[in-house]
């Protein structure tokens, strides 16, 4: 049974201590589950792994606040998902077009890594989110827990799924699944991931998405 999102959920014990902790560090921080962000009917889902520290957990908004969402807003803004190139704060005007971010884990995790259990318990959120989305949709999975998180919320079986980096995967009828690595401050330092990859990344998506829509 999928669940809808739910901003008070306490259900993970080493989550709930850690947010807690952090929450008497920083009092103004979020510190909350973070909601997906963006309108519900759009035909594009990003996921990412879980909100960051000192953005996400800080801001309330997926990937604002932080290194990792420098790239994914100007890639957005660059292709056409949203009204603004940089994400600064909640109340910044920033606006997604045809998209949606969320995360397979929607709370703060120690050392951004969220352990197996809270993976599962996060998953029929995501589920939920899956199940609302219109055909013809695409989504994007940035990193392997993420693409996982998708796999699973589908109840399809991992080995008939690979990640990898601008894989593309046929989920659902007139649902395709496209892969990239995370856009974390170690993946593009490492140049592991570059624009360049990011970015033809998103043009496939704008392409799917466009053939859809023919």
């Known amino acids: 049974m999928t669940r809808s999102f739910d901003p008070d959920c306490r259900s993970c014990p080493r989550l709930v201590a850690f947010l807690d902790a952090v929450k008497e560090k920083n009092p103004d921080y979020h510190c909350r589950p973070v909601a997906p962000f963006g309108d519900k009917a759009a035909r594009f889902l990003i996921v990412g792994l879980a909100p960051g520290m000192h953005g996400a957990n800080r801001t309330g908004r997926p990937f604002t606040g932080d290194h990792a969402g420098l790239l994914l807003y100007e890639t957005l803004h660059a292709y056409g998902f949203s009204n603004r190139a ?102 593009t330092n490492t140049r592991r991931l570059t624009d360049e990859m990011f970015r033809s990344v998103f043009a496939r998506a704008k392409e799917l998405l466009a053939e859809a829509a023919s």
């Open 86 to 187: 940089e994400a600064i704060a909640i109340d910044d005007g920033l606006e997604l077009i045809d998209c949606r971010i969320t995360n397979a884990v929607k709370c703060l995790p120690p050392d951004n890594k969220p352990v197996g259990a809270e993976i599962n318990s996060c998953n029929n959120y995501l589920a939920n989110e899956l199940n609302l989305m219109p055909e013809n949709s695409v989504l994007l999975a940035l990193g392997g827990i993420a693409h996982r998180a998708v796999i699973r919320a589908m109840s399809l079986r991992q080995t008939d799924f690979p990640f990898g980096h601008a894989a593309e995967h046929e989920i659902g009828p007139g649902i395709r699944l496209l892969d990239s690595y995370h856009c974390s401050r170690y993946n």
